[in-house]
C-alpha cells in the first residue's frame, strides 16, 4: 500500500536553532515529492518540487532534499514567522492518467522568540 | 498574482441539509482537485478532474457526494444529506496537468461545520 509517513507530528524549536524534519514513503511509481507549508485556517501553499534522488532545492531558510525512500527539509535558523503545519506529498501515477497527490499528516513547527 | 477561488470561505449547515462549495481555479490549469482534510490530518483526494472528464474518484462517498465540472473550468462539489461527520476543511486545488506533472495549488479552503 502506498504510504507517506512525516516525523515528527510536533516540533519546538527556539529562534535560530536549525533542525529537519522527515517524510518518508513506500510507494510504487514516484514521479515527484512536493513539499507545501500551511498555517492555520488556510490552504496549502506550495514550496517544493523535487523528482529525483540527490535532488536539492533552496528557499530562504529552507532546504529539501530527496533520496530514493525519503525526503527531508532542513530549516536554518528558524524564525517565529516560520512556525506552521509543513506537509509533505508524493505524486504516482495511476494508470494512463496523470495520478494523483497522496498527503503525509504533516509536521507541525512552532518556534519560538 | 493567480489564484484559486474558493468560496464560501465559513459554512455552517444542519445535519441532513444540502450544502455546495464552489471553485474556480487558476486560468489554464487542467487538472481541478478537491480534498477533505480533517483537524491534525493531511488532505485526502476526494475527486480528480481532467478537464470535465473525472479521472479519479475513488475515495468520495457517493451516496451523498457529488462534484461537476461541466466546462471544463470551474467546479461544483456537493454534500446531500450532510452529516456530522463531514465537519472538515474541504481544499481545491489545480495544476496545469499534462504528461509532466506540475505543482497543485490550493485555494483558501471552506470551512464546513454541520450541527
Known amino acids: 500500500e502506498d504510504q507517506v509517513t512525516q516525523s515528527p507530528e510536533a516540533l519546538r524549536l527556539q529562534e535560530g536553532e536549525s533542525s529537519s524534519l522527515n517524510c518518508s514513503y513506500t510507494?510504487?511509481?514516484?514521479?515527484?515529492l512536493f513539499w507545501y507549508r500551511q498555517d492555520p485556517g488556510k490552504g496549502p501553499e506550495f514550496l517544493f518540487t523535487l523528482y529525483s534522488a540527490g535532488e536539492e532545492k533552496e528557499k530562504e531558510r529552507l532546504k529539501a532534499t530527496l533520496t530514493k525512500k525519503e525526503s527531508f527539509l532542513h530549516i536554518t535558523a528558524p524564525k517565529p514567522e516560520d512556525s506552521a503545519t509543513y506537509l509533505c506529498a508524493v505524486h504516482l501515477w495511476v494508470g494512463g492518467s496523470q495520478g494523483n497527490l497522496i498527503f503525509g499528516k504533516g509536521t507541525k513547527l512552532s518556534v519560538k522568540p | 498574482e493567480a489564484e484559486v477561488a474558493q468560496s464560501p470561505r465559513y459554512k455552517i449547515t444542519e445535519k441532513s441539509q444540502a450544502v455546495a462549495f464552489w471553485c474556480d481555479p487558476i486560468?489554464?490549469?487542467?487538472?481541478l482537485y478537491w480534498y477533505r482534510q480533517i483537524l491534525g490530518q493531511g488532505p485526502e483526494l476526494l475527486v480528480q478532474f481532467q478537464d470535465e472528464s473525472v479521472v479519479d474518484d475513488s475515495q468520495l462517498p457517493k451516496d451523498r457526494f457529488s462534484a461537476e465540472r461541466l466546462k471544463g473550468v470551474d467546479s461544483t462539489l456537493k454534500i446531500q444529506p450532510a452529516e456530522l461527520g463531514d465537519s472538515a476543511m474541504y481544499l481545491c486545488a489545480s495544476s496545469l496537468g499534462g504528461n509532466l506533472y506540475t505543482e497543485a495549488f490550493f485555494g483558501q479552503g471552506t470551512r464546513l461545520t454541520v450541527v
Open positions: 510507494v510504487s511509481g514516484l514521479r515527484g
Open positions: 486560468s489554464g490549469h487542467a487538472t
